[in-house]
């Protein structure tokens, strides 16, 4: 019998097994964007067939961390900045886990940042998921690095001096191979997004614009979005980096002037996921390493075999 | 000072291939039948700079690199770079021979390549003199140009090991198997012309008059030679370890590099990543997904590891990370040995700690203790840490290979399978209590692992309930921190009862001066102990490597049994000695410290004149490069 039966089992999902028993409730404010990307996630996981106990959730710290809190799979709340060291091992250690990180814009591309640019760089098939509200939430709203130059909050009192961070060029830079942006306030095409994102082999990048009441009331969320691949303006090959790297730069220039336009940006179809590099060069096993703890018939290597070189 | 040994040096640039002829070199002594040591000192820099590599040999015994030393084979430094004398680091190509100069032992042998090393400079530094003054016997040889002659002037190390095999009276034999082991062809053709060439021209043309032989020994089975890193990784493969995450930094790259290289063979799995937040995290997530993981750092990076340290611990995911000490603060000195991490690691992250460090004091107890650090990690779903340092890490010791024939233990520990995890605790909407305190043994609440049916929990490094929510209610908090703590105390009465003593006890035991050290000073403390005792002196020796829990009862007797106790530690500031008086609450007026931190380990000369410093209670310090930290009071 294999120790990891909830993975790849077929079956009716239902919605509410996505949903704990009576506690906890959400902790985010009224309006809160958290609770399109947690709406979104429970309609996408049952129709891409997973059920709660095969999908591991890792995230961050911030408001965005506490998804796995309200989203019934396995989780793993970690610290900040920290998810996709921790969802990169879980994936490596067990590939068969649909492996799903999710941090907002201080903990991904602040403190995290590095793990995203490394991340990417390496296309670990994982999906990434970055509540970006630009304004760090929890901490009660000093400026993060998605926040407009000139942005005023209590630690940058004048107003930024900062140039905003470029979340989708960056990504796509460094190497990931799925890249999208949505948004709180358009469900639908966020459900489809993470979706593809899901089944997408590779790192999968979704900048998921959460608007937030209570600390950024100024912030462009609430003006209609654009979607681009839904619109006769924005013709372009989402296969094509250079076509999606001009229309990411076109996005990335235009947020911050009240025009937002979401959808997906980068989709490469045909570039190995880190696991199968790995695998290529002869440093990842055939069978999900967790697994092997669970087989008797496991043999398992020792070490005096290695001391003939010693003697 | 014994005269049976030998402790033979050679000494050249970074680069110039001491490290693999010493390696080879010391195999030989073991395969002949000694007993063996050895010790690296070398510069952070990659070519060039004075490197040497000593090698104990004696028919017992040997615990430590020993107190100078009585063979110099000084090959020169085919890298030096500054060959005038006013630059920073002054004419380098004779460093090899005059840096090693002021430890050579009184009738110690020199032997120094004239092919490489300008006359002009050996007269220099007045070696003649030296020479006659001290009784060395000096042998000018031109090692260069015999290794240019048959093959390649850097096969010079080949002619120097025929050289000295001759000057020892040492058959070339194991010398011969050990070339053919590592290379063939031409290579080896012209390496062993070259040996046998340097061997007949000393015995033709050079009288001896010196008395140092190679000692003549024998081992009834099989020995390996091993380093402190070999004994801890292979101790990981044994225990199951198959996951390896890590950032390089001397000295902790060894052990990285040794699981890098063996896990593709055997289905493990090694990550190189962007920092060592990244590589404790990455072992924090493997080990979560059902992999025994480990880490690891030397100081610089394992502060880093401090974050996801914490998680490990508030989460409850076994993990094991090593810490392989070099000198600091920061920086430091990346190539050189000290014990001043001790307090970083035991205290380092925020909260109430619960974790676990070993300090292991030699290979055997390196390979011991990181099998214990990993059971243990899995049993009690803790983090544990080994500590060691540049010493243990680089030398290289012969252990019985029998010592290594044991089972291989991939136990999960206290994880569930699926059968165990249907019949347990779950909550109303079907949760897995895995943070259950109800009934917890030992503190201990089992765990299941992401992909297992029943088992789905959320693990947070925040307060948490039973089932992994976020949670602040007093009575849930008192209830875990007071369930994670008792796993402590279980584990350090596991320790104490049915583990066999991690700590190490030498001399008689009514001696009535105690001697007390920790890690990869015992060896020279062991051999103080004896020497000492030998003399007269009534002394005996504890390495303790239970850190945390601490060995308090063992320490307590020990200390409890003596009338004074030297604390033996390799930092300024009397870490050890501190975490005594802490764990203990007593002994503040009984234990005198001696301490190193010059970058160099303790010679066991230099622990014996302390004790009898300290003894004689002179008010002089012992020697310019050892510290007498006084007892509390005196």
């Known amino acids: 019998m294999s120790a990891f039966n909830a993975i790849g089992e077929e079956r009716e999902i239902d919605r509410d097994e996505y949903t704990p028993g009576v506690e906890p409730q959400p902790t985010w404010c009224p309006g809160c964007g958290d609770f399109g990307v947690l709406k979104s996630l429970k309609q996408a996981l049952p129709e891409v067939g997973k059920t709660p106990e095969e999908v591991l959730t890792v995230t961050g710290i911030g408001c965005s961390g506490k998804l796995n809190s309200y989203l019934d799979t396995y989780g793993f709340h970690t610290i900040h900045g920290r998810s996709l060291p921790v969802a990169r091992a879980a994936k490596l250690a067990n590939p068969e886990l649909e492996v799903i990180a999710a941090g907002g814009d201080g903990d991904g591309y602040g403190i995290g940042g590095n793990h995203f640019i490394h991340t990417a760089r390496e296309n670990h098939d994982i999906t990434y998921i970055v509540f970006n509200n630009e304004i760090f939430g929890l901490t009660k709203g000093q400026t993060s690095p998605t926040s407009p130059k000139g942005h005023k909050s209590k630690t940058q009192p004048s107003g930024s001096a900062k140039t905003p961070l470029r979340p989708l060029s960056t990504s796509l830079n460094a190497g990931a191979s799925y890249v999208a942006r949505t948004a709180a306030v358009n469900p639908n095409q966020a459900k489809e997004i ?90 990842m096993p055939d069978q999900p390493l967790a697994e092997r703890y669970f087989d008797d018939d496991a043999e398992w290597e020792r070490s005096y075999d290695l001391l003939e070189r010693h003697t | 000072m014994s005269d049976d040994e030998l402790i033979w040096r050679i000494a050249g640039g970074s680069g110039d291939g001491i490290d693999s002829t010493s390696q080879n070199f010391a195999k030989a002594l073991m395969r002949s039948g000694l007993d063996v040591f050895t010790h690296r000192h070398y510069p952070s820099r990659i070519r060039g700079g004075h490197t040497y590599v000593e090698i104990r040999a004696a028919d017992r015994e040997v615990q430590s690199r020993g107190d100078g030393y009585n063979f110099l084979l000084s090959l020169g430094d085919s890298f030096a770079r500054n060959p005038q004398e006013e630059a920073y680091y002054g004419n ?145 493969i044994d225990a199951g370890c198959r996951f390896i995450a890590g950032y390089p930094m001397t000295p902790w790259t060894d052990v990285f590099t040794i699981l890098s290289q063996n896990f593709p063979d055997m289905g493990g799995v090694s990550e190189q990543v962007e920092d060592e937040i990244a590589a404790a995290a990455l072992a924090v997530g493997a080990s979560h997904a059902g992999v025994k993981a480990m880490s690891g750092s030397s100081g610089g990076g394992f502060a880093l590891m401090s974050e996801p340290l914490g998680l490990a611990e508030m989460t409850e995911t076994p993990v094991v990370l090593v810490e392989s000490m070099r000198a600091g603060p920061s920086t430091g000195m990346p190539t050189k040995p000290e014990q001043a991490d001790l307090e970083h690691v035991l205290y380092t992250s925020q909260g109430d700690s619960q974790r676990v460090v070993f300090a292991p004091g030699n290979i055997e107890e390196a390979y011991e203790q990181t099998r214990l650090a990993f059971d243990i990690a899995w049993d009690y779903q803790i983090p544990a840490i080994v500590i060691y340092d540049q010493k243990l890490s680089g030398e290289n010791e012969n252990v019985d290979v029998e010592f290594f024939d044991r089972e291989p233990s991939p136990d999960l520990g206290s994880t ?78 596991e320790l104490d009862e049915e583990r066999d003593s991690t700590q190490t006890y030498f001399g008689p035991e009514d001696a009535d001066y105690g001697i007390v050290t920790w890690g990869s000073s015992q060896g020279a403390v062991a051999e103080a102990i004896e020497r000492l005792n030998e003399n007269g002196h009534s002394v005996k020796g504890i390495s303790v490597s239970d850190m945390m829990p601490f060995a308090e009862r063992e320490v307590t007797e020990f200390l409890e049994s003596v009338d004074e106790a030297m604390v033996v530690e390799m930092n300024a500031t009397a870490q050890f000695r501190g975490l005594i008086q802490k764990e203990l609450g007593r002994f503040g007026d009984k234990m005198t410290s001696l301490l190193k931190f010059n970058g160099n380990p303790f010679e066991p000369a230099e622990i014996v004149e302390g004790y009898e410093v300290n003894l004689a209670d002179e008010d002089r310090q012992p020697t310019a490069q050892v510290r007498i930290e006084p007892a509390a009071g005196d």
């Open chain 2, 416 to 493: 569930l399978t699926e059968d165990e995890l249907a019949e347990a605790a779950h909550d109303n909407s079907g949760k897995f209590k895995r943070f259950n305190y109800d009934d917890a043994e030992n503190g201990v609440a089992p765990r299941s692992i992401p992909g297992q049916k029943g088992g789905r929990y959320l693990a947070t490094g925040n307060e948490h309930s039973p089932v992994g929510h976020i949670s602040e209610d007093p009575d849930n908090r008192v209830a875990q921190m007071e369930r994670r703590i008792e796993k402590l105390e279980s584990i350090r009465a």
């Open chain 2, 92 to 236: 380098e190509e004779i460093k090899p021979l005059s840096e090693n100069l002021d430890e050579l032992r009184e009738g110690g042998i020199i032997v120094y390549d004239e092919g490489l090393i300008d006359e002009e400079d050996v007269e220099a530094i007045n070696l003649e003199e030296r020479a006659e003054e001290n009784d060395w016997h000096v042998f000018p040889m031109d090692l260069r140009g015999l290794a240019k002659e048959h093959g390649r002037e850097v096969m010079r190390n080949t002619a120097g090991v025929g050289v000295t095999a001759a000057l020892l009276d040492m058959e070339l034999e194991h010398i011969e198997d050990l070339m053919s082991d590592a290379m063939g062809g031409e290579i080896l053709e012209a390496n062993l012309e070259i040996l046998h060439e340097a061997y007949d021209t000393v015995n033709e043309e050079y009288d001896f008059e010196h008395d140092l032989r190679a000692p003549e020994g024998s081992h009834d089975t099989e020995q390996a030679l091993l380093s402190g890193s070999n004994a801890i990784a292979y101790a990981a």
């Open chain 1, 194 to 283: 993470i979706k593809e994102a899901i089944e997408h082999d590779g790192f999968a990048h979704i900048d998921f614009l959460t608007q937030c009441p209570t600390w950024n009331k100024d912030a462009r969320q609430y003006v209609p979005y654009i979607d681009v691949q839904e619109s006769d303006d924005y013709d372009f090959d989402v296969h094509d980096r250079a076509e999606a790297a001009e229309m990411m730069r076109e996005t990335e220039d235009v947020l911050n002037e009240g025009t937002v336009l979401t959808g997906r940006y980068y989709v490469e179809d045909d570039r190995p996921s880190y696991s199968q590099e790995k695998h290529a060069v002869g440093e």
